[in-house]
């Protein structure tokens, strides 16, 4: 009752401190820059929307995500098998095995670097949202529903001392 008279402007709302109110609005913005940022990362280190789906499934069921080759492994595999049907001592097979080794070395450090990415970046960015952040929404919550409660209380204070000057005045 207390909040929807706050919002149609009929009762009166205590004022939370000014610095506390710029810690909130800062908390509500860092959250916001966090959760895009996450998401944007994600999007970078892992483009398939399905791929990322499925990495999700497998953390909520917390299950090992299994092992993924890299499209540069795929292309070294490619090329090295294709070095073996033309033949290693051929020009073109020995382009193919040093480019292929090559593109195998760089697949394996996009994948180092997408765990890396995941380990030290983005588990802190998960671990604020789902830990601290739920935190300081509990507490924040907490908070607004017992200025509520004295905003309520008030409210009938101030129509107590009304009902009893308006008694006094009659007799």
């Not at 892992?46 to 299950?63: H, M």
Request: positive net charge.
């Amino acid at each position: 009752l207390q909040f929807t008279e706050e919002k149609l402007g009929q009762a009166e709302k205590t004022e939370l401190d000014a610095h506390f109110e710029n810690l909130l609005a800062r908390a509500d913005c860092t959250k916001n820059w966090t959760e895009k940022i996450l998401r944007q990362t994600e999007v970078l280190l892992q483009p398939n929307p399905s791929a990322r789906v499925e990495e999700f499934l497998y953390e909520k069921l917390d299950r090992k995500v299994p092992s993924r080759v890299t499209n540069g492994e795929l292309l070294a595999q490619y090329m090295t098998e294709a070095a073996n049907d033309f033949g290693p001592g051929t020009p073109y097979g020995k382009t193919l095995i040093k480019v292929g080794e090559t593109q195998r070395r760089l697949g394996a450090a996009e994948r180092d670097f997408i765990h890396s990415a995941s380990v030290n970046f983005l588990t802190p960015l998960r671990n604020f949202l789902e830990g601290d952040w739920r935190t300081i929404s509990k507490e924040r919550r907490i908070l607004q529903n017992r200025r509520l409660d004295l905003d309520a209380c008030k409210a009938r204070l101030k129509k107590a001392k009304a009902a009893e000057a308006k008694a006094a005045v009659t007799f």
